[in-house]
């Protein structure tokens, strides 16, 4: 019995799709999105401290608080450590080993490049700070993680009429140049944390550094001025795009005191 046109082309729509099933590849599940990795190259103001130097706080123990599940801190800030002698102790060197294709290199120097008396970290503002910077955001490039640069913040320094002064002299200006040279993210933490001293006042900011009863430390934090900047660094990495709405949190909300913590032992 022969068959209807109709039939002949029903039957043939009906193969087509067990054709295609048979002959098309299986659609593997998306593979879960890496969770990126924030590293910190720095002095003491972003390090992480130890039990025996509390209260001081570096603001990268506090900068967590303010970001996003996916993306973890990694902060590799040394006391005393300056551009070039972060660099020449090979420690530079580990982050790159470490660092891999969509991670961050936070930059922030010049505390101690600005040491002149001590040739181990000086660096001059316009010529070997800059070289030395040219290191971090040229080895964080050639491995596919993109190079932030933040201004040194800044000390706590007021004038006879209680005006916050600037204490880092050219370097900051060396960074930003820098920064429109290479194409590079800069975050001003020098004018924000400068703004903020101002905002505050004389008195008000001993409460965000590390004073204590027995020293009065106008360069180190304790939590709240750790906290202060960590928001500051945060809310900068947002305004420049480097992160997105969903990769910070808490900008605007209080943060405990009682989240920071140090490392036990004492300070290597």
Request: hydrophobic residues 40%; proline residues 7%.
């Amino acid at each position: 019995m022969s068959l209807t046109r109709r039939q002949v082309t029903t039957a043939a729509l009906a193969a087509v799709p067990l054709a295609v099933a048979a002959s098309a590849p299986a659609f593997a599940a998306p593979a879960p999105r890496r969770h990126r990795t924030l590293y910190i190259a720095g002095d003491s103001t972003a390090a992480q401290k130890y039990t025996d130097a509390k209260p001081e706080t570096g603001w990268g123990m506090a900068l967590p608080f303010f970001l996003g599940q996916g993306l973890e801190v990694a902060n590799h800030a040394v006391n005393g450590r300056s551009s070039k002698s972060f660099v020449d102790e090979g420690r530079l060197d580990v982050i790159l080993e470490a660092i891999r294709p969509g991670d961050l290199l936070l930059i922030q120097f010049a505390h101690n490049d600005e040491k002149s008396a001590d040739p181990t970290r000086y660096t001059e503002p316009w010529t070997t700070y800059q070289d030395y910077l040219r290191q971090y955001v040229d080895g964080a490039r050639a491995r596919g993680a993109r190079p932030v640069l933040a201004t040194p913040v800044e000390r706590r320094r007021f004038d006879a009429d209680g005006n916050a002064v600037p204490t880092h002299g050219d370097y900051p200006a060396a960074m930003r140049a820098l920064a429109a040279e290479e194409g590079v993210a800069l975050l001003d933490i020098q004018a924000l944390s400068l703004a903020l001293w101002q905002k505050l006042g004389v008195e008000e900011t001993k409460k965000y550094f590390n004073w204590t009863a027995t020293e009065q430390d106008n360069t180190h934090f304790n939590p709240p001025g750790a906290i202060a900047v960590a928001r500051l660094v945060a809310a900068g990495l947002l305004h420049r795009r480097v992160l997105g709405p969903r990769d910070v949190r808490r900008l605007d909300d209080e943060i405990p005191e009682s989240w920071i913590t140090w490392l036990e032992g004492t300070t290597p």
